[in-house]
């Protein structure tokens, strides 16, 4: 899975999905109305895994902004850089 990150401001940012190959595309068509715990893990590994690759190495989850997503293919996300 390919990703594509637009930071809209200091701590937000869109993630779309962008699917490699078949099972990338069956995974992002799966229903969301029954949605099982492994798929929401994997979907939100995904988004994670952008974060940290795309933002910034200690990025890390803050909430899902729902209205402004089009789950699961493109997410707006709150984030914030956890500092050690």
Do not use: W
Not at 3 to 31: F, H, M, Q, W
Not at 36 to 45: D, G, L, N, V
């Amino acid at each position: 899975m390919k990703y594509l990150v637009k930071e809209i401001s200091e701590g937000n940012c869109d993630i779309t999905l962008l699917p490699e190959n078949l099972n990338d595309r069956n995974l992002l068509a799966e229903t969301t109305k029954s949605v099982q715990q492994s798929y929401q893990e994997t979907i939100q590994a995904h988004y994670e895994h952008a974060l940290k690759n795309q933002v910034h190495g200690n990025a890390a989850f803050v909430s899902l902004n729902n209205e402004e997503s089009n789950y699961p293919k493109r997410v707006n996300v709150n984030y914030q850089i956890i500092l050690s």
